[in-house]
């Protein structure tokens, strides 16, 4: 091993291992990795420009699909921050609402979570038992909100649907078979040899690196960073009820493991209590159409971690800027630190133990031409025409083919 | 001469061994989705699965030796099925047989494994060649004590020959319980053999996409999941005939079905292995080969020749 070659094997764009597209270009030696260069931007979708185009209202649904997983916590963050403008006071009833659907996702992310590593260190056993336990809070989820993901709940001022008692019974007895399972996973990820012997001492981040590289999440706090923002800023009806901050000391994969899991029971516990503390009231008060002038930022514990969202308006029904900063891009840093040094086995786990979600995080790379070094920047009708000539260099034209369109439709 | 052709080529040999790998496959894949709460394939889609890669497009790589890419599928199965052709299954016999082919079967065995790094190091992807040499290196961690489990079987019968060793144990029933330390040795070896999880480190599809297989397509990929396929009957046949030597020299039917019983024990213990733990990465599976079942295999050697200076005498 020790004369063995150097040379770089991309993992992505495309690959088993990666859920979504992303680049990793890894040195290796042997087995050992040199060094990674990370690639972002190869699902950018442009939903911040895209936000400025709609009315907030609109702006809710299209935010709450920047994620399949944390889609609850994009579109709270974001009203969040135009409550905030417009000065509402959004009803207790609804606050409450929102943190139980904030909860049940931090669920089923947190169990979808246990089900891919379980896949990257090839424990398929695992993956298949929690995704089917995840079922459960699934159902839960499409029977109060009507969909398993992009829930549609919150609207400015307020939540759109209501809790009523049969789905409150609903919900706890989801919870009583949701917590044996969890407590049995507890109970694996902590004994089970093989799985203690791929996660510990893999992807080490000590605490100094944490706070220098601005972890957050899971990711902080198993290397004993008490960062959660449900604690230290509370929002929604956090303030209000008494959870425990969930950390370790590991610093490894296996401590962000048990983090995880752990607080899949703080999340019980925090929907069982308001649950109980469900207030009477209305669910929304009436928002105006035009926003007035004024900016936020709006912080959200998403299952990943801090989620920011940075908000202008500009007295109209549209807002000015809409800024997404998704908690992947605080750790995805941390991943090229943890990968230093270990194995290529290693890799798969370490990234996924940020648990990253690259399309909500991907953002526009400036290219630049690789011979020249010069900008080129292209708008939209230059690019029209450019593929035009391009495929009439290539014997294909449009032109008449266009034309024949046309007149079918004056027709 | 049409009688060993028939053997050879009909039963017990190529046919039957092909048809009842596919069967085993079946088996394998079917308990370890009953145990992960999946409902499993039908029955027939190993045959399917073989049946669609056989009608496809054999693609060879630009880059890659063709001679060499192309012949390694065929010579890793080849050499899996000949090494059956040497195990007795229901009779103390085997087909072909002559003094020390223990060795040959081991050797025949241990050819697939060079097969697949031959394949995956000349079609020259990158994944292919992590994963080649990742085969190549497990290959020197499970063979010893794959080899050693088996011999020391072989050393209480005093005999280099699987035709012997069944004698042996005919003669002395009930010697085979000794022989039980060595079994989950050579048992847990025969995973790393087979790359499966926990020893699947070579093709683990999160790391290096399919290892030595990313490259083919086809014909020759139907060869080689087929070789792994035979690979697991003719495994767990010379395990059931080295460890579980009973049952043999009976009335065909009643042989055959204890033979078939044997195999199905050791199938379903290599699903519920694998049902159970995770991969481990290759420098932990090659110090648990030597530092756990090297150690528990050289047990077993002396125990072996304790007693035979003990109950032989």
Known sequence: MHNAPEFKIPIGPQHPALKEPEGFSVALKGEKILGVDIRLGYNHRGIEKAAEERTYIQDIYLLERVCGICSHSHSTCFIQAVEEIAGLAVPSRALYIRTIIGELERIHSHLLWLGVAGHEIGFDTLLMYSWRDREVVMDILASITGNRVNYGMNTIGGVRRDINPEEKQEILNGLKILEERTKYY????????????????????????????????????????????????PYAAYGELSFDVITDDHCDVYGRTVVRVKELMESYKIIRQALEKLPDGPLVVKAPRKIPIGEAISRYEAPRGEDVHYVRSNGTEKPDRVKVRAPTLANVQAVKHMLKDRFLADMPIVIAAIDPCFSCTDRMVHLKEQDCGSDKVINWPSLHTYSIEWHKERGIDFTQLNKKLQERFTR | MLGSLFYIIVFPGLIFLITFALIAEFIDR?????????????????????????????IVPADSNAKMFKVAPIFALASAITAFLYIPLWKTSSLLSFKGDIIVVLYLLTLPTLAFFIGGWYSTSLYSRIGSVRSLTQLFAYEVPLFMGILASALLADTWSLKGLAEFYMAHPWFWVFNLLGFGVALISLLGKLEKVPFDIPEAETEVVAGGFTEYSGRMLGFLRMTLDVEMIAGSALLALVFFPFGLNVNPVLGFLIFIAKILFIVSLISLLRTVVARLRIDQMINFCWKFLVPLALLQLLLNLILKGVLLK
């Open chain 1, 186 to 233: 507890i109970e694996i990820a902590t004994q089970e040899t093989t799985i203690i012997k791929r996660l510990s001492g893999v992807g080490v981040l000590s605490r100094e690196d944490v706070l220098r590289l601005d972890a957050v999440g899971p990711t902080a706090r198993a290397s004993g960073v008490k960062r959660d923002i449900r604690a230290d800023d």
């Open chain 2, 30 to 58: 079917k308990i370890y989705a009953r145990l992960q709460n999946r409902v499993g394939p039908p029955w027939f889609q190993p045959f399917a699965d073989f049946i669609k890669l056989a009608g496809k497009e054999d």
